[in-house]
Each structure stands twice: as structure tokens, then as C-alpha cells.
């Protein structure tokens, strides 16, 4: 067996020789890495595309084409998360709360070289797990039941302690949030509409890309806006090696990002979890491992950029474990990848393990060269990439908007996607505003949907003996242990500190506004109980013990504001795992009125999309927020407006054939619509 393995990878490797795979691969390559830089857009989207010109490809250079692009997806998504604090896909939004900082402090071309490295190594750990564990894992993978699976799922939602920093309480109602927004649409258990409010956009859920992008793109380009300044602000950009400081911090932490590998690879062997919650595992273990995490994470800490891309890359070769062994997608992209088996005549099980295993282990070759070349390519063009951090706010702000606002549709193509984009957005701004961690949110959202299902099949299954099962007991002890473990960390700091004896006290309130968006969030979670109170027991078990959870958490936040339980000598800075802005000397009033102004250009685009159609309402977005927030010239505004504009017509309009929805111009002119030239309306 060892030798037909080792016969099988040798050919594969033989194979991937040939110049026409190389130059597909390649090919693939490129375009992933085009995918990655565009916020709101992923592998999704690039194999679906690509997968009609397979056809008539053998199976190997038809799987190095589709791998090519698959694997360096998390690559190039560094770029915008470092430069603009703006998820390339879902899977980067951790890189972003120290790689944006770095950024900010004139180490983006650092930042990008611990990224890129920390990426490399991590999709090559990937491959090689890929290529030695599929016989092995195959046996064991069989045996992981819903109960299992839950189980790593409350491990992940444990990391909210640690995402939640001085704020745990906050932390705790946030993930609450998340899972709550998780239950809605149709509860597949009982066909109960949770949460919809009478639009059928919500029938099916909220997408997870325009949550994030509201989440982490519009507050952060909106307090560059605010402040205006560039991302990185008048501080040097670095010598045109400065990548190789990065490279240098990567391999001084060859543990961390070997952990974090490993964490990315196992974890993306588990179907379902996905690249939406991955990242945020790994960064959760370095910021609950790492030697003074606690003061510097969230901060321009690179070693939370080394293990968010270090997981990020390796997780496309866990995935591909189940996908290949029995079928079993181990991600969204994966499922697409089934496709292209199928086209082929490839059957995943057995068959990938015996009859074709060279094509199994060019898989495995096209996922090690994929991800060299990816940060080959990255890395030659990252201290070029680094100065784009200098260009003026006015102009960099609405371009990476008016990007934001296409990938946000991209995630139903419905107007519903560019309003959730809206409305998470200002609440999003909100949180990072007032404190409230907005990490533990998405953790929630992403966790909520597969907690309750895999919670649902358990008990139906298993009764309570699910809790008897030897991984959920040995699972749930380090979920125990991993709550534990901060709150011990505290305590001893708290004793080599010399802190008194606590008592309580009263405190005069000096914020407020997070008082108001506390008991605002209580009331959420009050009516939560109040509306699902009605439905069935199956359908409101969870968003009941969620809502009740989240209340408990909240009305702690709102006591505490104004009864303290501390001891002198023992309140210290707050620390958050997310991005601070710093405002300066600007006073409330004039944040508050820069964000209305900046917020308004956003509604201004919806409502200019609704009438003429999402294209032109790009250019009339990008003129006036250019001309006259940007206070740039005439003549930069047009050659970046209609730049812009024609970009995203060619690529969205003629390439990627996005099916627009049908504006107030189209309904009253459908002659313009018939025409070729006008179809956008």
C-alpha cells in the first residue's frame, strides 16, 4: 500500500510537470488571486465560473486549473484586510484586526510578509496533511457523528471569553446576536419563518458576506473618512524589503504557525464549519497562548496576522479530506469541486483512494504549488501593494465602497443585500464605537445555524447519551478547561498584584450612549422571548435559551455601569480583539456628523441604484463622493469615476454575468433594458 501510495505521487507529481497543466494552474492562480483582493467575492464565484471550461480538460489539468484558483483565494484576501480594514472574503476578517493596524502604523509591507509567509507554510502543512492522512483519516472520519461535530462547534463559540477581552460580558451578548440573526428564515425542523418580518429575502437566512462586510469594511473605511487621513497616515511605508521583516517574525514563530496549521487543517476536514469561523478559532488559541497577547492583540500584534493566515491557507487542504474520502463537502467551494468530479467521471470514496489515486495526488501537488506560487506573486508586488495605504482617503474610500457594495450583492444578488449591508454596517460602527467587541458576532452567526442542527439530530438520535460518547467528553473537558484557564490567568494577576479585598461600589455614569445601547440590546432579547414565545417547541428552544442567555449578559453590562466589584490596584486598560480608532482631538459632534455625512453617500447609493440600476449609480456614487466629500478635481474625479465604473461593468457585467435586479428607469423604459448597451438598467 506505502508503495503504490509513494508510485501514485511520484506520477502525479511527473504529470504536473507538463507545460499546458503548469500554464492552467497558473492560470487559475491568477485568477484566485484577483478574487481575493475583491471585498465580498471568493473561490465561490471563481469556480463557478470556471467550471464550464473543464469539459473538455482531462481530470488532472482540470483539477489544477480548479485547485489553482481554490487554494490562493486566502492568499490575496490579505490585501484589502491589511490596506483597508476590509474582509477580502469571509475567511480574512481576523488578519484585519492587528493587520490593519500594522497598516495604520506604517508596517503594511510587514504585515504583508508574515501573511504571505505564514500563508505558504500553512498551505503547504495543508498539503502535505492532505497527501499522507486520506487512507488514514478515512476510518476515523466515519466515526465523527452529529454529537462530535457539536462539540467542536461549542469549542469555537468557547473563544468568545477570549474575544471578548476585558469585556466578556459584552463579548458573551454579541455571540448571542449572532446566533440569534443565525436562526432566521425557515427552521428546517418544523417550517416555522423565524425572524423574517414578511420579506422573503430572509426566508433563506441572512448571507454571511454582507453581515461581514458590515460588520468590518463600512466602520472601518468609515472612521478613515472621519479622521481624514490615509491608512497608514504620514508614516513611512518601509524600505522596499520591509516584507522581510515580516518573513523573519513568521519563522521566529515556527510553533505558532505549525499550531495554527494544524488547527486550520483539522478544522477545514470538518464539513460544514467553513472559512467564516476558522480563522477566528486559530486567533483565539494564539490570543489565549501567546505570551502578552492580552496587551497587544487587537493592537498591530503580528503574531495574530501570522496565525489567522497561517489556519486561513491550510484549511483548503483539510477540506479536501472528506471531499475526496466519501464525498462529503468540506466547505461551499468543495461543493462546487464535486461538480468537477462529476464532469470528469470521478467518484469520491473508494475510488479516489485506489482506481485514482494520481488524480487524488495531483490535487495534492496543485495545492503545494498553488500556494508558492501565489505568495511568490504577492510577495514581489507587496511593498508596491504597501503604498497604496498613502493614497488620500477621498479617493481610496469610495472606490473600495463602491467594490463593497457589489461583492455585498454578490451574496444573493437581491436589493435585501445592499440594506443588511446598510443597517449591519451602522450597527456595526455602533459597537466599535461604544466597546462591544463585533468578533464574537460573527463567531455566533457562523456557529449558531450548525449548533442548533447538529443539537436537534443529537438529542433526536441519542436522547442525552450523546453526552456519553468518548470525543464529546474528552472535547467538552478542553472547552471547560479553555473557559477555566482565563479566569485562573486573571486571578493570579490579580494576587501578584496586590489588589485588596473587592467591595462594591456606586459609579457615576460617563458613557451614556453605551448605556442606551445596552438597554437597547436588553429590549432586543426581551422581545425575542416575547415573539418566539408562540412558535413550536422545536423551533424556539434555541433562539429562547439564546435570547434568555443574551439578556443575562446584557443586563450585567448595564448593571455594571453603574455598580462597580473591583478592588484597588486591580481595574486596568480595557482590552478588545478588535480594531480601536483613534479619533484624536475631534469632538463628539463633529464624529457624529462626519459619519452622518459618510453614512448618507451609503443610503445615497442604494437609493440611486434603486432608481437607475447598481452600474450608473457606481459612477454618480463615485463623483459626488469624490468631487465634493473628496474635494478632489474635476478631472481625478472623472478618470476615477468612469475607471471605476467601466471596471466593474466589464468584470461583473460581461465576465462574471451578474443578473441585475430590474431599477425604476428599466420599469418605465424596458425598451432601454432590451438594448444591449443599457441591460444594466
Known amino acids: 500500500m506505502e508503495s503504490e501510495m509513494l508510485l501514485m505521487a511520484t506520477k502525479a507529481a511527473i504529470l504536473m510537470t507538463d507545460p499546458t497543466r503548469l500554464a492552467f494552474l497558473g492560470l487559475g492562480v491568477l485568477f484566485g488571486l484577483v478574487l481575493g483582493v475583491i471585498p465580498g467575492l471568493s473561490g465561490l464565484v471563481g469556480l463557478s465560473l470556471l467550471l464550464p471550461f473543464t469539459f473538455d480538460m482531462d481530470p488532472h489539468t482540470a483539477m489544477a486549473f480548479l485547485i489553482g484558483l481554490s487554494a490562493v483565494v486566502a492568499t490575496s484576501d490579505t490585501i484589502p484586510a491589511v490596506l483597508f480594514g476590509v474582509p477580502g472574503t469571509v475567511g480574512s476578517a481576523a488578519t484585519i484586526l492587528d493587520g490593519f493596524p500594522m497598516a495604520r502604523k506604517g508596517e503594511a509591507g510587514r504585515a504583508f510578509g508574515a501573511a504571505f509567509s505564514a500563508?505558504?507554510?500553512?498551505?503547504?502543512?495543508?498539503?502535505?496533511?492532505?497527501?499522507?492522512?486520506?487512507?488514514?483519516?478515512?476510518?476515523?472520519?466515519?466515526?465523527?457523528?452529529?454529537?462530535?461535530?457539536?462539540t467542536f462547534c461549542l469549542f469555537g463559540l468557547s473563544l468568545v471569553a477570549v474575544l471578548g477581552g476585558s469585556t466578556p460580558m459584552k463579548g458573551f451578548a454579541?455571540?448571542?446576536?449572532?446566533?440569534?440573526?443565525?436562526?432566521?428564515?425557515?427552521?428546517?425542523?418544523?417550517?416555522?419563518?423565524?425572524?423574517?418580518?414578511?420579506s422573503l429575502y430572509l426566508y433563506d437566512g441572512l448571507p454571511v458576506v454582507p453581515l461581514a462586510l458590515g460588520l468590518f469594511a463600512l466602520p472601518e473605511l468609515a472612521d478613515l473618512v472621519i479622521t481624514r487621513t490615509?491608512?497608514?497616515?504620514?508614516?513611512?511605508?518601509?524600505?522596499?524589503?520591509?516584507?522581510?521583516?515580516?518573513?523573519?517574525?513568521?519563522?521566529?514563530?515556527?510553533?505558532?504557525?505549525?499550531?495554527?496549521?494544524?488547527?486550520?487543517?483539522?478544522?477545514?476536514?470538518?464539513?460544514?464549519?467553513?472559512?467564516?469561523?476558522?480563522?477566528?478559532?486559530?486567533?483565539?488559541?494564539?490570543?489565549?497562548?501567546?505570551?502578552?497577547?492580552?496587551e497587544t492583540f487587537g493592537k498591530g500584534d503580528v503574531r495574530g496576522v501570522i496565525a489567522s493566515e497561517a489556519s486561513n491557507n491550510a484549511k483548503e487542504g483539510g477540506a479536501l479530506v472528506p471531499t475526496i474520502a466519501f464525498g462529503v463537502p468540506g466547505s461551499a467551494s468543495m461543493a462546487l469541486l464535486l461538480g468537477a468530479f462529476l464532469i470528469q467521471g470521478l467518484i469520491p470514496g473508494p475510488d479516489m483512494?485506489?482506481?485514482?489515486?494520481?488524480?487524488?495526488?495531483t490535487m495534492v501537488w496543485s495545492i503545494a504549488i498553488a500556494n508558492i506560487l501565489g505568495a511568490g506573486i504577492c510577495f514581489i508586488f507587496a511593498n508596491q501593494l504597501a503604498k497604496i495605504a498613502l493614497v488620500r482617503i477621498g479617493i481610496l474610500a469610495p472606490v473600495v465602497l463602491a467594490i463593497t457594495f457589489i461583492g455585498a450583492f454578490q451574496a444573493t444578488r437581491q436589493w435585501g443585500d445592499l440594506g443588511a449591508l446598510l443597517l449591519i454596517g451602522l450597527i456595526g460602527w455602533m459597537m466599535k464605537r461604544l466597546g462591544w467587541p463585533r468578533p464574537p458576532l460573527i463567531l455566533g452567526f457562523v456557529l449558531g445555524d450548525l449548533v442548533e442542527r447538529y443539537m436537534f439530530i443529537s438529542v433526536s438520535r441519542y436522547g442525552f447519551e450523546w453526552l456519553e460518547r468518548p470525543v464529546v467528553i474528552v472535547m467538552l473537558i478542553i472547552t471547560a478547561i479553555g473557559l477555566a484557564v482565563p479566569v485562573y490567568r486573571k486571578h493570579r494577576a490579580r494576587v501578584a498584584a496586590g489588589a485588596g479585598k473587592r467591595h462594591l461600589a456606586f459609579s457615576a455614569v460617563?458613557?451614556?450612549?453605551?448605556?442606551?445601547?445596552?438597554?437597547?440590546?436588553?429590549?432586543?432579547?426581551?422581545?425575542?422571548?416575547?415573539?418566539?414565545?408562540?412558535?413550536?417547541?422545536?423551533?424556539?428552544?434555541?433562539?429562547?435559551?439564546?435570547?434568555?442567555?443574551?439578556?443575562?449578559?446584557?443586563?450585567?453590562?448595564?448593571?455594571?455601569?453603574?455598580v462597580s466589584f473591583t478592588a484597588p490596584g486591580e481595574a486596568g486598560p480595557a482590552?478588545?480583539?478588535?480594531?480601536?480608532?483613534?479619533?484624536?482631538?475631534l469632538s463628539v459632534a463633529t464624529i457624529f456628523l462626519r459619519f452622518a455625512r459618510y453614512y448618507g453617500w451609503c443610503v445615497g447609493f442604494l437609493g440611486a441604484a434603486i432608481v437607475t440600476g447598481i452600474i450608473p449609480a457606481i459612477f454618480l456614487f463615485l463623483a459626488g463622493f469624490i468631487r465634493f466629500d473628496g474635494r478632489e478635481s474635476w478631472r481625478m474625479t472623472l478618470i476615477i469615476s468612469v475607471g471605476t465604473t467601466l471596471f466593474c461593468y466589464i468584470l461583473?457585467?460581461?465576465?462574471?454575468?451578474?443578473?441585475?435586479?430590474?431599477?425604476?428607469?428599466?420599469?418605465l423604459f424596458p425598451d432601454l433594458r432590451s438594448d444591449n448597451y443599457f441591460n444594466i438598467l
Open 119 to 150: 500563508s505558504v507554510i500553512g498551505g503547504l502543512f495543508g498539503a502535505v496533511l492532505l497527501g499522507i492522512s486520506i487512507p488514514i483519516l478515512t476510518p476515523v472520519m466515519l466515526k465523527l457523528a452529529k454529537p462530535e461535530l457539536l
Open 174 to 198: 454579541a455571540a448571542c446576536i449572532g446566533i440569534l440573526i443565525a436562526t432566521a428564515g425557515d427552521d428546517p425542523q418544523t417550517g416555522t419563518l423565524r425572524w423574517t418580518f414578511d
Open 230 to 294: 490615509q491608512i497608514a497616515g504620514s508614516t513611512r511605508m518601509g524600505s522596499r524589503w520591509s516584507q522581510m521583516l515580516g518573513i523573519r517574525d513568521t519563522l521566529s514563530h515556527p510553533f505558532l504557525v505549525l499550531r495554527c496549521s494544524f488547527i486550520g487543517s483539522g478544522l477545514g476536514a470538518i464539513p460544514g464549519l467553513g472559512a467564516a469561523v476558522i480563522d477566528w478559532i486559530a486567533y483565539g488559541h494564539a490570543a489565549r497562548t501567546e505570551k502578552g497577547a492580552s
Open 353 to 361: 483512494l485506489t482506481t485514482h489515486l494520481d488524480v487524488t495526488y
Open 510 to 562: 460617563n458613557n451614556w450612549p453605551d448605556v442606551i445601547f445596552s438597554a437597547i440590546m436588553a429590549a432586543l432579547f426581551a422581545g425575542s422571548l416575547f415573539i418566539s414565545s408562540s412558535w413550536d417547541l422545536n423551533a424556539k428552544l434555541v433562539p429562547q435559551v439564546i435570547a434568555w442567555s443574551g439578556l443575562a449578559f446584557t443586563l450585567v453590562v448595564l448593571i455594571g455601569r453603574f
Open 575 to 585: 482590552v478588545h480583539f478588535d480594531i480601536q480608532a483613534d479619533y484624536g482631538d
Open 652 to 667: 461583473f457585467h460581461h465576465i462574471l454575468h451578474v443578473p441585475w435586479p430590474q431599477s425604476i428607469i428599466g420599469d
